[in-house]
């Protein structure tokens, strides 16, 4: 019977939170870190991947990257890729170091844009010995500037962004606009999306709904395509058609490594965070996933 455990880790100078979601008592299992789309809490998707692959005979940790939810750090609600690739690495250390896990079978589960953080630590840290990317959002300069409106859109938010960080060095004042709005066109997601406006999916109390505007260059400049090439573990990818930006996670997988599978099932973008039968199709390819690629050992 899986159960969980409100856990803690230093990550540098604070302390991350996290629940750790463990299967029956079968002695240490393979060990899988979790986390979800940018701007987001465990609570809206890593909690519910982690406890389905628990289900399934793994030790599954979601955690909060540092500034957000319950996890320490400032400044608050601010995207920063580098700086959640550093979580992920110290994540993977909290959960080698567990007497319920076992270290020699440790793997990376990335929701959405985590894909791109998991991947990041997975090019350095050989202790992550198996990817499952579920929905990946996996973009490069290119592709930001398809998404965000060509060179002046993306040129638009760079300005912003330096606004706004020269007023927080200035006053430590972060100015804030909505992840998601269909109101506000400043917003992050400037769409009406369901998922994150809906209390009874993802707009919950614990997700403030806030993007830092001065986050946009860290975000705009982060290549995760120019990551595939060095990564050489096992890498699955399950993802549709009407998902995010799709041509980056073919890309991404055509430049992989190592060994690597692709998923392709239906369903948008938000299926895949809290939905059926989109949920259980993906923890069931990364649970098959991992029990074929990681160590036997």
Known sequence: MTTVQKVTFSAGDVTLTGNLFLPGDTGPAPGIVVAGTWTSVKELMADRYAERLADRGFAALSFDFTGYGESEGEPRDYE?????????NHAVTFLAGHPAVNAARLGALGVCAAAMYMSGNAVGDPRVRSLAL???????PEICREVYGGEEGVAGKLAEAARARARYEATGE???VPVVSGSDPRAAMPFDID????PDRGGIPAW???FAVMAWPGWLAYDSIALAPQIT????????EDAAI???ARRFHAALAGPREFVWTEGDQFAFYDQEPQVTTAADAAAAYFTRTLPRR
């Not at 920063?80 to 690739?85: D, I």
């Not at 573990?233 to 549709?240: A, D, F, M, W």
């Open 80 to 88: 920063a890729p580098e700086r959640k690739v550093r979580d992920i």
């Open 134 to 140: 579920v929905a990946p959002w996996l973009h490069d």
């Open 174 to 176: 972060v100015e804030y």
């Open 195 to 198: 998922f994150y406006l809906n």
């Open 208 to 210: 403030p709904n806030r």
């Open 233 to 240: 573990q096992p890498t699955l990818l399950v993802h549709s």
């Open 246 to 248: 799709p041509d980056g």
